[in-house]
Structures are given as C-alpha cells and as structure tokens.
C-alpha cells in the first residue's frame, strides 16, 4: 500500500522554455530546482506522479552523519545545516529536529566499529558519544534490558518522509519555478551534441541544462539516452504504529529492530539493512558490478519476486517519445511489502519496547532503494551528454543528505563554489574498471 504522503496542487500549465527542467519530485529533485529557483533560474520540475510519492515518503526520516561513508560525511553535515534553516524560509514545519540518534548494541564487535568510526568523524569536526555499559542502560531503559554499549550521536535528527518533498515544491513555486504533477518525461532533445529540451507527455520544454533526479528510473531512462548508469534496486518493507507508546526514543537503532518518531506521535518500525533483491533486466546487466555489495550483505539480503520486473524501473527496452513509457504506465512505483519481514519486524519491536505491545499496526508499505555499486550517490554532469546532470544513486541516504544534494546541483550549473567537493560523487568514477570500495557503514 502507499507510504503516508501529503498530496499538493502544483502547477497546471507546463512552460514552453526554461533555465533548468529537473525531472523527477523526490527529495533530490525538489532540493535541486528549490536551490536553483532561489538562485533566480527559471526552473521546471516534472514528475510523472505525485511529489514524494516513492522512496522520499518511504524512508525512516533520519538526518544522520553517524555511521556514514568517509567520502558522504561532509555531504551529511552540510544538509544538516541546511536542515536547520529550511523552516524559516519555506514558513513550514518540515518535522525537522536534532534529537540525538541513539544506537544500542550487545556485540563487541560492532561497538569497537563505531569506536572507529568516532575517531574518524572527529578528525572533521563530527561528535559522536561512546556509551558505556551503564549509560547505553540508562538511555535505552524502554527495552527494559542491558545493554553492553552503545552510541549517540546528538547533533543528527530526523524530519517527517511524509510532508518534505510537498513542502520544497511549494517553495520551488513561491520562489517563482513551476512544478508539474502526472508530467512523465520522456526524454531528451540535444542539438550539436548538447542538451537543447526536455520532451514530456504534455509537450517539450526547451532548456540548456537538465536535472536527472528519477531515483530507481534513472539508470532506465539513461539507457534511453545512450549512457550507462550502474544501478541496481533493492525492496525495503517497513511499517507504521499508532500513537500511544510511552517513554520511547525519538530515533533508536538496534540489530534487532529500529524505531523512529513519526510526526503524528507513532512510530515507524524497520530492520536495518533487510531487503529482497528483485530480479530485473538492469541488474542481470549489472550484476558484476553488484557482486561484492550484495556479497558483503549477504546475511540482509534475500531473493525476491517479479515484482521489479513487472514494475519496468529497470527495464532494457526502448521507448518511443511520442508513446507512453513504462513512467506513464506506473505513475507510483509502490511495490508490495514483504509480510513476512513486516511481521517479524513488529514481533521484534514488540519484544524489544514493552510500550508497544498494545499499540495497533497502521499501515505497511515497501519502496525500490536505488544504489550505485560502491553506495556513493552519482552527482554531476554526464560528459557525454553536456547540460545533462545526473543526480541519482542515493543508496538509501538522499532523504538526510538531499538538502546538501540539491544544494551542490545548484552549484554546478551556477558555477559558483561547490557547497562540498564534488569529485567524490563524479558518475564518471562509475565507467572506471577498477571499482570504488563499497561503503564501509
């Protein structure tokens, strides 16, 4: 069923040219047309369904730096900032609050890691608080158990999935851009070797520069285009608790389940890292690539379905322009929940916090997590296609860091100093032979 999602009226008329057309209204792709929209160009989103709709509503909602990869870490603590001022100018609540996020263990292993880890961030300004036995005790006490340690890491937080993306499109428009809501792009026009329009179901849009923000499409609709995109998608079932639990952490994580504050009072409940690899064209073609994060997370990992290959988010085919596109025939990628993981992942909470016991399921919904094959996103100017800018491959992290990711597209087609270095997020580190390391947390 779908993820909670707040349903906006965006723009009716589709323009005839613009500065920028960023395709695609997740969180990435709103982030980069509001930069930009803020910046004085005239920008034009357009999403082939509802804004959000997909992995940006589907997601816990963390904001974190802990735990993150060397190479995302300064991308984290930039969003973060830019977290912290978004509701002053958009004149909303995003949900946005630094609560800590609390990370409790009983594995030695595991504990000496985030040790590790603590003295990296550190080395960039990061504070992370080891906890001792006693102290993870205290701070978890809702379990009822001890603890052999644990993490907190008190300037990270969380924002509300349901409400973000919605929320910066009506700040793209009040900034003077226009959103386009069940406006699927087909695909794109090019004129001496550069990007001259984007050619959509309601008509073409002349532009120079194009945002390619399509999350789980992207590596499909580059395929369209002649470039190849590495990326593979995994099905992340997680569900929601009614309010009335008691004395429970804003945002917890454990082996056994995590937990996170939703902004009506209950609860979203996953298990980190679970998933179902459903088989498609794309990752058969990519499989080499995939091998060894899928080997290093073996133990989360488990076979799937059809589902994704009746679904054509990472189909081989190619589409006409002047057709419908498999966009238009599944306007909302929402695939179904693994039941068996959303009832051992309640069985789970249940154990662990006392609280919820009584508290009634609300809903269960699953979402397609896209992924380059070393789990860094792919930011930047595709050199094959100039004015094209690929913006995708947030392996499960866009939501937190989508601020810094729009932020740093808005810097790139602005040629103005980049919020972080790009050259970490460069797609053209994905055409190399030798493969980046995959991330380490």
Not at 6 to 14: C, V
Not at 53 to 71: I, V, Y
Not at 131 to 142: V, W
């Amino acid at each position: 069923m779908p993820a909670p999602l707040l349903r906006i009226e965006t723009t009716p008329d589709l323009p005839n040219e613009a500065d920028v057309v960023v395709i695609g209204g997740g969180v990435v792709g709103v982030f980069s047309a509001y930069y930009l929209a803020r910046r004085g160009f005239r920008v034009a989103l357009v999403e082939k369904g509802f804004v959000g709709a997909e992995q940006s509503s589907r997601n816990w909602g963390w904001c974190r730096q802990q735990n993150r990869d060397a190479r995302e870490l300064p991308m984290a603590t930039k969003s973060l900032a830019l977290w912290d001022r978004l509701a002053g100018e958009l004149g909303e609540d995003l949900g946005f609050r630094r609560c800590g996020l609390l990370y409790l263990s009983d594995n030695a292993a595991e504990i000496e890691g985030w040790a590790r880890w603590r003295d990296l961030a550190a080395t960039v300004g990061v504070t992370t608080q080891m906890l001792s036995a006693d102290e993870a005790t205290r701070r978890g006490q809702a379990s009822g158990k001890r603890w052999k340690g644990g993490v907190l890491s008190p300037t990270d937080g969380i924002a509300d999935p349901e409400i973000v993306a919605p929320i910066v499109a009506r700040g793209i428009m009040k900034a003077g851009g226009s959103v386009h809501q069940m406006c699927a792009a087909r695909g794109i026009e090019t004129e001496a070797g550069h990007v001259s329009g984007v050619i959509t179901e309601a008509g073409t849009i002349k532009t120079k520069a194009v945002v390619l923000a399509g999350g789980a499409w992207a590596s499909s609709f580059c395929h369209q285009l002649g470039i190849r995109f590495p990326q593979a998608s995994v099905r992340s079932s997680i569900l929601s608790v009614a309010p009335g639990a008691e004395g429970l952490p804003d945002a917890l994580h454990t082996a056994e389940v995590s937990v996170t504050r939703r902004g009506n009072g209950g609860y979203t409940l996953a298990i980190s890292g679970r998933a179902r690899i459903d088989p498609t064209p794309q990752q058969l073609r990519f499989s080499r690539e995939f091998i060894p994060m899928f080997a290093k997370r073996r133990r989360s990992l488990a076979l799937g379905g059809l589902d994704g290959w009746k679904a054509l988010h990472e189909t081989l085919a190619k589409w006409r322009l002047d057709a419908p596109t498999p966009m238009e025939k599944n306007r909302v990628l929402d695939p179904r929940p693994d039941q068996s993981q959303i009832d051992e992942t309640l069985r789970r909470a249940r154990i662990l916090l006392p609280a919820l016991k009584e508290i009634r399921q609300e809903s269960a919904w699953a979402g397609y997590i896209d992924s380059t094959p070393d789990g860094v996103p792919a930011i930047g100017e595709v050199a094959s296609l100039p004015g094209l800018i690929l913006a995708a491959g947030l392996s499960g992290h866009g939501f937190g860091i989508g601020p810094g990711v729009g932020h740093l597209v808005a810097d790139i087609i602005a040629g103005t100093t980049p919020i972080v270095d790009p050259i970490p997020y460069h797609p053209e580190r994905l055409s190399k032979s030798v493969w980046g390391k995959v991330a380490e947390f």
